[in-house]
């Protein structure tokens, strides 16, 4: 299993008086969540993660080593993100060109390359676009790319800032299915998302970020029986609270309407 | 038929150049004006391109063949584009495409539509504070629009496409970075703002079926249903795999029905149903 700790690290940027401050975080759940408003600091966190940027106190340890220790082979093989603006990671002349590349840089034998390039792109059903120039793909086809050059990789830890952004509905089951399969092979996957119902529905462990500091760690629904909290840090609770409250007057914790149903159907 | 007061679309097709298949096929839609649409459907659907053609960048600034008339009100965006341009606001899927590259600050960005529509100074900066006020923007107004976060961009291209007033929104996706506040707060304004016609892409569905008009339902390039929310997602077919709001999914599982086998899709809707079955 691993381990990710964060010791009193601190991290500004030169031109905003953003800064992030945590002082202890530990994430060892193979499947995590990051929640929290536009601007409290997600993506920062996510960018410290991978090593890209470091912080200017404090330290990161993967499984007890120090991310400032680790070669950059072996910090891509032990991280692998998928930023929030695919088009940031995209540069190649075509999709599968993008996916080899990425491969590349941590595996030399161009017959395995080839192999995994295929699979990966069957897996988020690129297969048909492969030779379309990713800078003409629409922005769902762009994230599923980024995905697919993370998967190439296969990291030991998957970080995903806003995998649902403009996804359709059977991308989202698509992708939803893959970090599950992912966490279950005993990766550890993260996730930004602002999708509370999505939240609500995959993930057992979330840590709340506002104003750059964590408000909160644990499990869903302990964090919506507190209504302040969620109010404060510029959340919502999943839309079927805000349902049964408002039509039925019922202020108790559902994470999906599934979950509802099973209370109160009468067989 | 031509008339003032809808957006009518007419046997709309289009072909990329450079392509071979056809992303839209023979559309054919009307909604009054000054309404709320919803344009719903998965990838492939058309539902970028088609948001494209209604603002005129399809085809005075991306190529292709098109075929069929569109009419918004008195003007179409193939016949009058510099007059519909001058009263649309446009959100673009990618929020990071659409800003000018040319403004050093957030407040500048916002104002550069502003200047191009030759609004008095004092005006200007009286528009621009107030619209970052609505976005929650204001901390961010002195700061380079790239060192934005995402939702904060996305907020960005919102302000900008608003902050002239425009008569006709067109929004593709625009939330789909905000945070849960920032994205219920703009759900609301869109219903609250007056004598204006919204256009709008979502995949927020429960959204959309708590503030749309109209749904307009592409399915592979095809508009396969139009109507009221409740009509649409009632009629959904399973192979179209849309996903259906929550209400929705709850009243079918419990049998809350407003008739035979209608479900309520928004939450007066579950209100009215609900009352109703307590009252007979
Ligand atoms: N390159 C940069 N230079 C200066 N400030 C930055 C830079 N990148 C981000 N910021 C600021 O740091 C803060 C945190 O940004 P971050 O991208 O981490 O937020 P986030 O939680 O991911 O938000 P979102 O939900 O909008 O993606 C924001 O106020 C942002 O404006
Ligand atoms: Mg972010």
Known sequence: MTAIQLNDVSYHYPTSDFKLTIDQLTMTANLVAIVGQNGAGKSTLFKLLTGLMQPQTGNILINHHDLADLSPADRLKTIGIVFQDPSSQLFNATVEKEVAWSLSQTESDAAVIAEKVAQVLATVGLTDIKDKNPFDLSMPEKKLLSIATVLAVDPQIYLFDEPMISLDWPSQQLVTRLMQQLAREKHQVIAITHDMDWLAATFSKIAVLSDGEIKFEGAPAALFGQPELVHAVGLLPPRIMSIVSDVLGDSRVYLTPADYVAKHQTH | ?280
């Open chain 2, 1 to 280: 038929m031509a008339n003032n007061q809808q957006i009518s679309i007419n046997d709309l097709s289009f072909t990329y150049r450079h392509d071979s298949n056809a992303v839209l096929h023979h559309i054919s839609a009307t909604a009054p004006l000054n309404s709320i649409i919803g344009i719903i459907g998965n990838h492939h659907a058309g539902k970028t391109t088609l948001c494209r053609i209604l603002a005129g960048i399809i085809p005075n600034m991306m190529a292709g063949d098109l075929s069929g008339d569109v009419q918004l009100g008195p003007l179409s965006p193939t016949q009058n584009w510099p007059a519909l341009n001058q009263q649309t606001g446009f959100v673009l899927q990618d929020p990071a495409s659409q800003l000018s590259g040319l403004a050093d600050t957030v407040a500048d960005e916002i104002a550069f539509d502003l200047l191009n529509h030759g609004v008095a100074n004092t005006e200007i900066q009286h528009r621009v504070t107030e619209v970052a006020r609505q976005l929650q923007l204001t901390g961010q107004l002195q700061r380079s629009p790239n060192s934005l976060s995402g939702g904060q961009l996305q907020r960005l291209a919102i302000a900008t496409a608003i902050v002239t007033k425009p008569a006709i929104l067109i929004l593709d996706d625009p939330t789909s970075e905000m945070d849960p506040q920032g994205r219920t707060e703009f759900f609301n304004w869109l219903t609250i703002i007056e004598k204006t016609t919204i256009l709008i892409v979502s995949n927020e569905i429960d959204d959309l079926c708590e503030i749309a008009d109209r749904l307009w339902l592409l399915v592979d390039g095809e508009l396969v249903n139009q109507g009221t929310p409740l009509e649409v997602i009632n009629q959904l077919k399973p192979d179209w795999q849309i996903g259906t709001p929550q209400v929705y999914q709850l009243a079918r599982s419990m049998n809350w029905s407003l008739g035979t086998d209608l479900f309520p899709v928004n939450v007066n809707q579950l209100r009215g149903c609900l009352h109703d079955r307590h009252s007979t």
